[in-house]
C-alpha cells in the first residue's frame, strides 16, 4: 500500500529509541558507496548534547556551562555544571554535578571567584516538578525569557539555588523559597545574592548575604519588596545601590480569581494593565516608581555602566498592540535621567522596530540600530548620540554596508562596535568603526560564527560551527585576536562522536535565475559522493523566509541523514532571503513567490546539467516559510516526485486572521490589506492553483501553531484528498510554532524519510497510487 511506509515510521522510530543505541532510521537502502565510518541517523541528530549558560568566572580564567543531554525515557532533557581553563581549554574540562535524574543550570560566580551558585530541581519530588514546574529552563529556543541579571538564570517552582566551589565537593541547598526560584543575581559589590521567587505574577525580590554564605553559614533570607503587583523583568543597578524593576500598574482581583477557580475563558488581546519602571533602594528598602505615563507599558530595559541612565522600551497601551508577536513594531525607546528623573522619548516610529537601548563602556554614547532611515523591512543603521544631548539628532552609521548593521560588543575606548552578520552562505564577525563610519570584516570562516561579550568579565566567546563541526564554544583574550584563528582557545567539545560518522561534503554554491539574479545556497553531497554518478535530491527550503542556510553542522532539516541515505541534498536561499543584500531581501513585495520559484527551479536545473541530479528522483521540503514555498511548488509544477510541507500557507487571505503576526505579511503581499485588493491577495495563495497539485504530498503541523494556524494545512489536506492526490497528514501536539516534544520531531524526520525514499526511489518513474 502507498502509504505503508510513512504510517509504520513511528514504529521505527520507537524500535529505535527502545533498542538505546543510535540506528539508522532511514528504510532499507545503504548508502551511495562504501565509506569509512557509519552515516548519521535521526537519533544522533536527537542525541546531540547542548551547552547553555556559559559563565566566565570574575578573572576570565575559568567557564562555567552547562551539558544537556536527552532523556528518552521522560521526554525531556537533563542538565549538570561543567568547568573549563579559558587557557587550557578541552582538556581541562570537569564535570562539576552528577544528578543524571535532576537538573542542574543557569550557574553563576560569586564576585570573587571563589564559589558559585546554580539553580536545581535536585530535591524537588517527581510528581511537584511534573505539576508546577514541568517545562525544564535551558538556554535555546523555547526557554523563558529573563533579561540578563548580574550572574543570573532561570528557575522555575520546583528549582532552589545551591552553592558549590569550583575545585569540587558536594553542593550545598541555600534556599527553601516555597515556589521554587525563577532568577538570581548577585550584586556588583559582591554583598548580596539577590533572587525572585513566590506565586506566579505575585513574585518578590528576596537577599541572601554572600558572607554568611562563604562562611559556610545558613542564612535567613531579607525580603526585599512587598509589591502588591509582584514583580518582573529587574536588572541590579552597576553601582550596587537600586534594584530597578518592572511591575504591572495595577491587579484585576476579579481576573485572579476567575484563572485560580479555572473559568479559564482565554480572550483574545485581553485588556491587562500597562507596566512600569520602579527602583528599590537597598539600603532603605524604599521603592519610587520612576514612570508615570499610561500612553506605554514598559519593556526591556538596560542600564548604563555609571549607573547614571537607564533606557527602555515603551509599548504601546492599545490592548491590540502589545502582548502579541509584532508588540515591537508598536514600540518605541526612551532614555531616563537617574538623578533628574528625567524622560526622553528617543524615537518615534510607527510600525517600526527597533533594537534595545546600548551604552558605550564610558556610558557617554547611547546607541541602537533600526532599519535605514525607519523604512519598513530596511537593513538596519546603528543610531549614535552622546547621551546627554537631549533632543539632538542620532547619528546614521553603516549607511555604505549592504547588509545589516547592529549594535553588538563595544571596544573598551568605544571607538569600534563588532557585530554579528550573514554574508552569503556564512554569518560573520564584522566591525564598525564609529569615526570613519567604515564596516570591516574581523572573522571570515566558510562557516557560521558569532561574537558575545560577557557582560561582567568582558570574555569574550565565540559560537562556531561548519559543514563537519557541531556548535562548539570558543574564547579569545581580546577582541584583537578575533580575528587570528589560531589565537582562539576551544573550551567545549559536547559531541566528538561526530568525528567517528561519515559526514556527505557541503559547500556554497552559485547559479543564475531566470532573470539573471545570482543565487546561492548550500549543496551538501551524499557520503560516498562519486564524480560522474547522478543522485536523488532534496530540495531543502529554509523558513522566514528572511532568513538563510549557511555552512553550519547538519542544516535544511537534516541534511546529513539524508546524505548518509544517499540524497543530494539542495538548500536554496531564495529572493526574500537575507545575506545577500537588501535588494535581494526586499525585490520581491507584492508577488511572493515567482521570483523564489524561479531562483529554486533555476537552481535544480543548475544541479541537472552539471550532471549531479538525477532529474526523475527528486522531492521536495521546508517548514514555515519553506512550507509556502512546498506548497507553491506543489501547485506550479509536477517535476517532484514527492512534497513534505510542514506549517505552510495555502490561502493567505484565510490566514491573516487566524495568525498571530500580520504586518510583515501584508508588507510582503503589497502593503495593503487583503479586503483592500483580494484578487492580489488570492493571487499569491497555492490555494488559487490546487488544481494544477498531481506530486504526493505529506503535510505536517502543530495542532495549536499560533504562526501558521493548523486550518491552513486542514485546508490543503482536503484539497488534495478530493482531488486525488496522494497525501498523508501529520498533527503534533502542542502549543508552538515548531514541534516541541523530541519524540515526535523524530517521528517526523522519520516519517518524511520514509515518503522521500517511498515516493522519490520506489517510486520514481510509476503512476500515483489511491490517496491515503
Known amino acids: 500500500m ?88 578541552t582538556a581541562s574540562a570537569r564535570r562539576l554535578t552528577f544528578t543524571n535524574d535532576k537538573n542542574e543550570t543557569a550557574p553563576g560566580w560569586s564576585r570573587d571567584g571563589k564559589f558559585f551558585v546554580f539553580l536545581s530541581d535536585r530535591d524537588a519530588a517527581r510528581d511537584a516538578a511534573a505539576n508546577r514546574g514541568s517545562s525544564l529552563p535551558t538556554s535555546g529556543p523555547g526557554a523563558p525569557y529573563f533579561p540578563p541579571a548580574v550572574g543570573g538564570g532561570t528557575g522555575g517552582a520546583s528549582y532552589q539555588l545551591y552553592l558549590m566551589r569550583p575545585d569540587g565537593g558536594e553542593a550545598r541547598k541555600i534556599t527553601e523559597a516555597k515556589d521554587g526560584v525563577t532568577t538570581y543575581a548577585f ?5 548580596w545574592l539577590v533572587y525572585r521567587s513566590g506565586p506566579v505574577t505575585q513574585e518578590q525580590l528576596y537577599a541572601l548575604p554572600v558572607a554568611t554564605l562563604a562562611a559556610g553559614d545558613s542564612a535567613k533570607p531579607v525580603q526585599l519588596t512587598r509589591h502588591p503587583n509582584g514583580i518582573g523583568l529587574w536588572r541590579l543597578s552597576p553601582d550596587s545601590r537600586r534594584i530597578y524593576f518592572v511591575t504591572a500598574d495595577t491587579t484585576d482581583a476579579d481576573e485572579r480569581l476567575r484563572l485560580e477557580k479555572r473559568f479559564d475563558v482565554r480572550v483574545r488581546n485581553a485588556e491587562v494593565p500597562v507596566s512600569s519602571l520602579w527602583a528599590l533602594e537597598l ?37 491590540y498592540d502589545r502582548n502579541i508577536l509584532e508588540q515591537n513594531i508598536n514600540a518605541d525607546l526612551y532614555l531616563l535621567d537617574v538623578s533628574s528623573g528625567q524622560i526622553e522619548r528617543l524615537t518615534k516610529n510607527t510600525e517600526i522596530g527597533e533594537s534595545g537601548v546600548s551604552f558605550s563602556p564610558d556610558s557617554r554614547t547611547v546607541a541602537f540600530s533600526a532599519p535605514d532611515d525607519f523604512v519598513f523591512m530596511h537593513n538596519a543603521r546603528a543610531y549614535l548620540r552622546d547621551v546627554g544631548a537631549r533632543g539632538t539628532a542620532f547619528r546614521k552609521l553603516g549607511a555604505g554596508f549592504d547588509g545589516d548593521v547592529t549594535v553588538g560588543v563595544w571596544s573598551t575606548d568605544g571607538k569600534t562596535i563588532y557585530f554579528n552578520e550573514g554574508v552569503k552562505a556564512t554569518n560573520q564577525v564584522l566591525a564598525l568603526d564609529v569615526a570613519a563610519n567604515t564596516v570591516r570584516p574581523v572573522i571570515q570562516e566558510q562557516a557560521s560564527v558569532s561574537v558575545n561579550e560577557d557582560d561582567e568579565t568582558g570574555r569574550l566567546l565565540i559560537s562556531y560551527s561548519d559543514p563537519r563541526t557541531p556548535n562548539t564554544l570558543y574564547t579569545v583574550p581580546s577582541v584583537r585576536e578575533l580575528g587570528t584563528r589560531s589565537a582562539w582557545t576551544q573550551l567545549t567539545d559536547a559531541n566528538p562522536w561526530v568525528r567517528q560518522v561519515a559526514l556527505g561534503g557541503a559547500e556554497e554554491i552559485t547559479w543564475t535565475s531566470s532573470d539573471g539574479r545570482k543565487v546561492g545556497g548550500v549543496l551538501v553531497k551524499p557520503v560516498g559522493y562519486q564524480t560522474g554518478r547522478r543522485y536523488p535530491l532534496i530540495v531543502a527550503i529554509h523558513g522566514g523566509p528572511a532568513a538563510a542556510d549557511v555552512l553550519g ?44 520559484y524561479q531562483d529554486i527551479m533555476t537552481g535544480v536545473d543548475h544541479l541537472i546539467a552539471q550532471g549531479l541530479v538525477d532529474s526523475a528522483q527528486m522531492g521536495v521540503l521546508g517548514w514555515s516559510a519553506g512550507g509556502h514555498w512546498s506548497n507553491w511548488i506543489l501547485t506550479h509544477t509536477d517535476r517532484f516526485k514527492a512534497i513534505s510541507t510542514g506549517a505552510g500557507v495555502f490561502n493567505w487571505i484565510s490566514m491573516y486572521g487566524q495568525s ?71 498533527v503534533y501536539p502542542g502549543n508552538t510554532h515548531g514541534i516541541p516534544d523530541p519524540r515526535n520531531q523524530l517521528v517526523k524526520s522519520t516519517a518524511e524519510m520514509a515518503w522521500m525514499d517511498y515516493w522519490v526511489r520506489t517510486r520514481a518513474g510509476s503512476s500515483p497510487g489511491a490517496t491515503c
Not at 514612570?291 to 490592548?319: C, H, L, M, Q
Not at 541534511?559 to 536554496?572: D, E, F, I, K, N
Not at 510582503?668 to 483580494?678: E, F
Open 283 to 319: 539600603d532603605s528598602k524604599r521603592t519610587t516608581r520612576l514612570t508615570r505615563d499610561t500612553s506605554y507599558s514598559v519593556g526591556e530595559f538596560d542600564i548604563s555602566p555609571d549607573a547614571k541612565w537607564i533606557g527602555f522600551r515603551g509599548i504601546s497601551a492599545n490592548r
Open 2 to 89: 502507498d502509504c505503508y511506509v510513512s504510517r509504520t515510521a513511528a514504529i521505527i522510530a520507537l524500535a529505535a529509541i527502545a533498542a538505546g543505541t543510535p540506528a539508522s532510521l532511514a528504510t532499507a537502502q545503504a548508502p551511495a558507496a562504501a565509506v569509512a565510518g557509519r552515516p548519521m541517523t535521526w537519533l544522533d541528530v536527537q542525541n546531540m548534547r547542548q551547552v547553555g549558560s556559559p559563565a566566565p568566572s570574575p578573572d576570565g580564567k575559568w567557564l562555567l556551562y552547562t551539558l544537556s543531554t536527552p532523556d528518552w525515557k521522560e521526554a525531556r532533557r537533563q542538565n549538570d555544571v561543567y568547568v573549563v581553563s579559558t587557557t587550557q581549554g
Open 553 to 596: 553542522f547538519n542544516g535544511g532539516y537534516g541534511s546529513q541523514v539524508y546524505a548518509g541515505a544517499g540524497y543530494m541534498v539542495l538548500m536554496p536561499n531564495y529572493r526574500n532571503s537575507t545575506n545577500y543584500g537588501q535588494t535581494f531581501k526586499v525585490e520581491s513585495q507584492g508577488d511572493y513567490f515567482t521570483k523564489g
Open 660 to 730: 498571530d503576526t500580520q504586518r510583515g505579511r501584508q508588507w510582503y503581499l503589497g502593503n495593503k490589506l487583503y479586503y483592500d485588493d483580494m484578487e492580489a491577495w488570492w493571487r499569491q495563495s497555492p490555494a488559487a492553483y490546487i488544481k494544477n497539485a498531481k506530486t504526493p504530498t505529506m503535510i505536517h503541523v502543530v495542532d495549536n501553531d499560533p504562526r501558521v494556524p493548523r486550518p491552513q494545512s486542514e485546508e490543503l489536506h482536503m484539497a488534495l484528498k478530493r482531488l486525488g492526490v496522494p497525501t498523508e497528514f501529520y
Open 187 to 191: 550584586s556588583k559589590d559582591g554583598a
